[in-house]
């Protein structure tokens, strides 16, 4: 898609994204600066029973043609984060804090999200920023044939002729390794992993720089699961694009992302490389997401889980809030501030984790730490430390 | 080194969410507006006739008294042959809403025979009993009732509710068979058959529970239908004329020309009692419906934020504390200065017990962010 | 099966209940009703008699079947009888001069309710909060009034205390029915405030349910993916939004539809509008027993049609209901 088939941003008039230029590679951006930068970010749902905090200072860097993970359980605010950074979400939600700089291929100058207009936001969304959702037969339109939805993206997009937009639509099936027969199908008639594949399409129509995928092979079966995700690497490499792919499987992430970062009850506990997260863990939920589920290879051990659930958000615990499920947890977790601290003891120079206490070689334990509620601390591991566990002292970078 | 397993201690859960809203002041405004319209008509229905001014079949043979607008001696004013208005209205509440409830009940209870019954031997009878309740369903009511009734030999109360009943179940039936195939296909339900549950039982004691809902807004549904039916059945004529009904009033009003000789007074009363009572049933379904259903509720509080009402295409607003340029939602968000405002809420910068030392903007040496 | 054959098979089914049921009402008379219903008609001309001997299966020979063959056959060739209140018309061209003042009346008025009602449900629906939240229990009032009760205040407001529009009727009294404009204008002009009547209490209805249909539809994913994908708020509202809450919002038209006729038919009467429904009181204050049945199947039969029209658009506008299985 050469430059002059025209860009909707340069068309002069309304809505232009602030700083775009001419489309392909522009000088001024180096390759080591993040294509999305989320700093401090925070969301709040307003509810008449108070404000819920789903997403807490949260701050996440994702480089060009990198796969960055982002697993949590189910309310871990994975979701409400990815479509918080496109100001997607809906009434009562509200950002409260933050900032998402958008710096791609195609902008000279970085764009600040939290502060375009909407039809600015319109021209930034998919174009730049595509999503993948999770539910490809809730996410098509039942209505409209794989044509029209493509064909919509692409006039919403990008300037072409009637005959260069079908062309690019029965272009964009090739892509995904579906017959182009398929233009004329509604959602309905296509199997599963077809769906999602057409998503995928629509996702890529416009060369986006970020693709968020948000659990998009979680309603498949295992075989098609590998399939999809199959292509998803191959489509990255042909075309580049950054991802962050949003799960709560986090042994997947394990074998495809680059980087994987940990969320629980809308904050950041751990980011590293995927090789550091599987081999050296050093958050106490990273552990026992690990320890939850059991490897293909190697010997059998005993599998443990993480007793408890989710902490309400709308009266959320002082300190970490893994407290209440964590088998270190002492009351000094009280009074964390979950910034994230670097693990001096990582290959990964970028390994961070927001525990201050445990580092990858402490022994891995499961179960609740056994302490009182009122704070008188009857835990072990005040008493005993062992086995070059370090005792509460923070962490020296 | 082993660690006893205690209940996990949540503090969360430790604070008690206040559940001091009783269950009346969670249901939506307008199912409480209905309950309180319908209770006073329930009112009216038992009372009235014990209050009556006048009897209401007793005809004032003094001319002067004939059609005369609300006085004192006569609070809705008098029909053509000097009877009282009010009076009637009062006995004609409770003969509509009794009707109508009777009705209720029993097309009620028919259509959860008919639907459960459906549901649960499937099959050759479920066809049938689905087919039969959609071709009653689409053949229009009121012109069957008019044949039915116009042929039976007395159209008295007796003889409306049995025909009233008799085409008001296939709605309910519909639906309610609709929920049973849901339910019946869980796993609980598979679960009671396997443990050797008879078949009266489950439905009883796993099904019916689950569908009690559904079971009030369908009887809601027929009242609501009866009373239409009955009025205009009554309006036509297919009624004992003899007793007052709210229909039959508006009959008596109509065929003695009440409107084209201006006693609005005659016709008014009864017809804005049944508006009213049918107002009031509305009310109370969709506050049923919204009761199960919560994103039909009154958005009216959750859809403004920042005093600006939004709609769904409208990217999530952003809290700011620096100005931001101008015409952007920000904007307008910080010039309301809420700052404040979602400081005693809770957001933004944290109260004392909470997370000290939490300012993530400042670098600080040796510290990754 | 497609689905537009297995709507036919229904609403033939469904006809032919209609049909028996019919038939079988008079027959099912207690012995004594059957007389006394006679009796009502002391001075019958013959013909007259012999419709409801037939009607009402006494004094003619033949066995049941052979009766019930005889008035399919009459019925469908549009042979209801010779009317017994308006005798010697026959009970056809009583029908035929009295259901195009009814069609065009309601179904014009219930189409513009419809359209204007589900285009104000997709405002109320997209802006939910808004204003038109707040006038929704106004207009469940209207919903739940009796059309004809509307109809007496209309008149008392609009016609007798402000002579805006007739008191009723169909057209001005004296003038010959046909094709010109004197006719034709009178005829608006006095089917204006029966319209208005119809579409104020119906409106409501149509406004309601296409505000709940859009609520829940907006809540869907592919509502969310359109915003994402950076479309236009109209392409979204409208094509991905309404256009498939409009789906259910048929569905609820066709169901309606028998509810709307009686509801119009009832109003007629108030309005003296020489429709159906003014035809339909005569025959019940006069026990004219053969015009009470034909208008019932009339009736039945054109809103079978109706709800046909309807599964039609249906069809056309959602793509899977062509291929769909199973009965609605």
């Known amino acids: 898609m050469s430059a002059a088939s025209g860009d909707r941003a340069l068309s002069p008039g309304h809505g232009q994204l602030p700083g775009s230029v001419e489309a392909g590679l522009s000088a001024g951006r180096s390759a080591t600066e993040p294509v999305l930068a989320i700093r401090d970010f925070s969301v709040v749902y307003r509810t008449e029973h108070g404000d819920v905090r789903a997403v807490d200072h949260f701050n996440l860097d994702l480089y060009p043609g990198e796969v960055v993970g982002l697993a949590g359980e189910s309310g871990s605010g994975k979701s409400t984060l990815a479509y918080g950074a496109c100001r997607l979400l809906r009434a009562p939600a509200l950002i409260t804090s933050g900032s998402v700089h958008y710096q791609g291929r195609r902008m000279a100058t970085p764009v600040e999200i939290l502060q375009l207009r909407s039809d600015q936001l319109k021209h930034l969304r998919w174009r730049e920023i595509a999503i993948v959702f999770q539910s490809a037969m809730n996410a098509l339109n039942p209505v409209l044939s794989v044509r029209d939805q493509l064909l919509d993206v692409i006039h919403a997009h990008l300037q072409l002729s009637r005959s260069e937009a079908q062309e690019k639509a029965a272009s964009l099936l090739d892509l995904v390794g579906i017959p182009r027969t398929r233009l004329r199908s509604f959602p309905h008639e296509l199997s599963g992993g077809m769906r999602q594949r057409v998503m995928i399409a629509m996702a890529l129509a416009t060369d986006p720089e970020v693709v968020i995928m948000d659990e998009p092979t979680t309603a498949l079966d295992v075989v098609v699961q590998r399939d999809i995700l199959a292509q998803i690497v191959e489509l990255k490499e042909r075309l580049g694009f950054a991802i962050l792919f949003i799960t709560h499987d986090l042994s997947l992430l394990l074998e495809l992302a680059d980087r994987i970062a940990v969320m629980y009850a809308g904050q950041l506990l751990e980011i590293g490389t995927a090789r550091e997260i599987q081999h050296e863990p050093s958050h106490p939920y990273t552990k026992g997401l690990l320890n939850s589920f059991p490897s293909l290879r190697g010997p059998r051990r005993e599998l443990a889980g993480i007793p408890g659930s989710p902490p309400d958000m709308r009266t959320p615990p002082p300190g970490c809030p893994f407290l209440p499920r964590c088998a270190y947890g002492t009351d000094d977790c009280t009074h964390v501030d979950m910034s994230l601290l670097k693990v001096a003891t990582s290959a990964d120079p970028e390994h961070v984790t927001a525990c201050p206490f445990v580092l990858p070689g402490t022994p891995i334990r499961s179960g609740v730490a056994a302490r009182s509620v009122t704070g008188t601390d009857t835990s072990a591991l005040a008493s005993a430390p062992g086995e070059g566990e370090p005792s509460h002292e923070e962490l020296t970078p | 080194m082993t660690v006893a397993l205690p209940v996990s201690a949540d503090p969360a859960a430790l604070t008690e969410t206040p559940k001091d809203r009783g269950r009346w002041q969670r249901l939506p405004a307008k199912a409480k507006v209905g309950t309180v319209l319908l209770g006073l008509f329930v009112l009216t229905a038992i009372i009235g006739p014990f209050v009556t001014p006048y009897d209401p079949s007793f005809q004032n043979p003094n001319p002067a008294l004939s059609l005369q607008p609300p006085s004192a001696a006569h609070l809705l004013g008098t029909t053509q042959s000097g009877q009282d208005v009010l009076s009637q209205l009062l006995v004609g509440i409770r003969l509509t809403l009794e009707l109508a409830v009777i009705v209720g009940v029993v097309a009620t209870a028919l259509s959860v025979l008919v639907g459960v019954t459906a549901a649960f031997l499937g099959g050759f009878w479920d066809d049938l009993l689905s087919l039969l309740s959609n071709v009653f369903l689409v053949i229009p009511a009121l012109p069957l009732l008019i044949l039915l009734l116009g042929y039976l030999p007395q159209r008295g109360q007796t003889a409306t509710i049995l025909v009233l009943s008799l085409l008001g179940w296939p709605w309910g039936a519909r639906v309610i068979r609709a929920q049973t195939l849901a339910i019946r296909n869980r796993d609980f339900v598979a679960a009671a058959k396997e443990t050797g549950e008879g078949s009266w039982r489950i439905i009883t004691f796993e099904i019916m529970p689950n569908e009690v809902s559904l079971i009030a807004a369908s009887f809601v549904n027929t009242v609501l239908y009866a009373i239409g039916a009955s009025v205009a059945l009554a309006f036509i004529g297919l009624a004992d004329l003899s007793s007052w009904s709210l229909g039959t009033m508006l009959y008596w009003a109509q065929s003695q020309q009440a409107l084209q000789l201006g006693a609005w007074w005659w016709f008014v009363p009864p017809g804005l009692a049944v508006a009213l009572i049918g107002t009031g049933l509305v009310l109370l379904n969709t506050g049923i419906d919204e009761l199960g259903n919560p994103r039909l509720r009154d958005a009216s509080r959750t859809s403004k934020i920042g005093g600006r009402r939004l709609h769904p295409a409208d990217p999530t607003p952003v809290l700011q504390a620096a100005p931001p340029p101008r015409r952007s939602l920000a904007g307008l968000l910080h010039a309301f200065s809420r700052d404040s405002l979602l400081e005693e809420r809770g957001v933004g910068s944290a109260p004392a017990a909470r997370q000290p030392g939490r300012r993530p903007a400042a670098p600080q040496p040796g510290r990754e962010r | ?328």
């Open chain 3, 1 to 328: 099966m497609p689905f537009i054959i297995r709507r036919l098979v229904f609403y033939l089914v469904a006809a032919w209940v209609a049909l028996t049921v019919n038939f079988f009402i008079p027959r099912a008379m207690p012995g004594s009703a059957v007389q006394n219903i006679l009796s009502k008609f002391p001075q019958l001309q013959p013909a007259a008699a012999k419709t409801l001997e037939a009607l009402l299966g006494v004094g003619h020979p033949g066995s049941i079947w052979h009766q019930y063959l005889a008035y399919l056959n009459n019925v469908f060739h549009f042979n209801f009888g010779i009317d017994v209140s308006q005798y010697p018309a026959r009970v056809s061209t009583l029908l035929g001069e009295t259901i195009p003042w009814t069609l065009t009346l309601v179904g014009t008025a219930t189409i513009i309710a419809f359209v204007i009602g589900t285009g104000l449900g997709i405002v109320a629906g997209w802006r939910h909060g808004g204003w038109l939240d707040r006038v929704l229990p106004g207009l469940m009032f209207f919903q739940a009034v009796p059309y004809f009760f509307l109809a007496l205040i209309l008149i008392e407001l609009l016609a007798i205390t402000v002579h805006l529009l007739p008191l009723g009727q169909g057209y001005a009294g004296g003038l010959i029915p046909g094709w010109h404009w004197g006719f034709i204008g009178s005829a608006v002009y006095h089917s204006l405030l029966p319209a208005f009547t119809i579409v104020i209490t119906s409106i409501a209805g149509w406004m309601l349910q296409m505000r709940n249909v859009m609520i829940t539809t907006i809540g869907e994913d592919y509502v969310l993916a359109g915003q994402a994908k950076g479309l236009s708020n109209r392409r979204v509202v409208f094509t991905y939004a309404a256009r498939n809450a409009l789906l259910p919002q048929l569905q609820g038209f066709g169901l309606a539809l028998g509810f709307v006729v009686s509801g119009a038919i009832v109003m007629e009467i108030v309005f003296s509008y020489p429709g159906i429904g003014l035809l339909l009181l005569n025959a019940v204050t006069s026990n004219d027993y053969p015009l009470m049945q034909a208008i019932f199947l009339v009736i039945t039969f054109t809103v079978l049609l109706a709800n046909l029209i309807v599964d039609l658009v249906i069809v056309f506008a959602d793509p899977r209901a062509r291929t769909r299985e199973a009965a609605r």
